[in-house]
């Protein structure tokens, strides 16, 4: 069984770049053939689905937020990551890493506030 | 970018059926847009409750299920319970990205 757990800062400042890392446990990434994604929620409001990556580094952006985000993965790490750049007080969001394929495993969410 | 449309809330009385629908932009919703269902409830993480238009996880209820209907995906709620209320989110798939729907807000009363 999969587990996923997202982690960094819990406030960035305004354009600066947000960095989260989500750790994979349960299983080797490198065996299995899935994408990993991220998704955000604002206060309040619905999801927003960033961006995936599988194994091999191939990636898939929000079309929205493509010129902002990057997604990279380290299977070494059992890791992958989610930068996003010049943020605003609009990226305020809980993320959540998943695995995309079949989304059967969601991490709990971490609170990424934007603020000077 | 496409926009996916859901009815903001509904509202189901205990054990009974209603249907939660989800519409895209683009034109009628396939199972090329490979239809995802989450349930949320307040203060948790999303739960994926259907993917690929019907498939569903060994945790996913009995009395839901999806399907394709009037060219937009559907999820069912059959026998309604209390804690089926939640807010629920559709995600379609177009050849590359996903798009959530806005959600819908469901109120077993």
């Known amino acids: 069984q999969l587990q996923l757990q997202e982690s960094g800062p819990g406030l960035v400042k305004p354009s600066e770049t947000l960095s989260l890392t989500c750790t994979v446990s349960g299983g080797s990434m490198s065996s299995k053939s899935y994408y990993w994604g991220w998704i955000r929620q604002p206060p309040g409001r619905g999801l927003e689905w960033i961006g995936k990556i599988y194994n091999s580094g191939s990636t898939q952006y929000n079309p929205s937020l493509r010129s902002r985000v990057t997604i990279s993965v380290d299977t070494s790490k059992n890791q992958f990551s989610l930068k996003l750049t010049s943020v605003t007080a609009a990226d305020t969001a809980v993320y959540y890493c998943?695995?995309?394929?079949?989304?059967?495993?969601w991490g709990q969410g971490t609170l990424v506030t934007v603020s000077s | 970018q496409a926009v996916v449309t859901q009815e903001p809330s509904l509202t189901v009385s205990p054990g009974g059926t209603v249907t939660l629908t989800c519409g895209s932009s683009?034109?009628?919703?396939?199972?090329?847009?490979?239809p995802y269902w989450f349930q949320q409830k307040p203060g948790q993480a999303p739960r994926t409750l259907i993917y690929d238009t019907n498939n569903k996880h060994s945790w996913t209820p009995a009395r839901f299920s999806g399907s394709l209907l009037g060219g937009k995906a559907a999820l069912t709620l059959s026998g309604a319970q209390p804690e089926d209320e939640a807010d629920y989110y559709c995600l379609l798939y177009y050849n590359g990205p996903r798009v959530f729907g806005g959600g819908t807000n469901l109120t077993v009363l």
């Open positions: 683009t034109g009628a919703v396939t199972s090329g847009h490979y």
């Open positions: 998943v695995v995309d394929t079949f989304m059967a495993h």
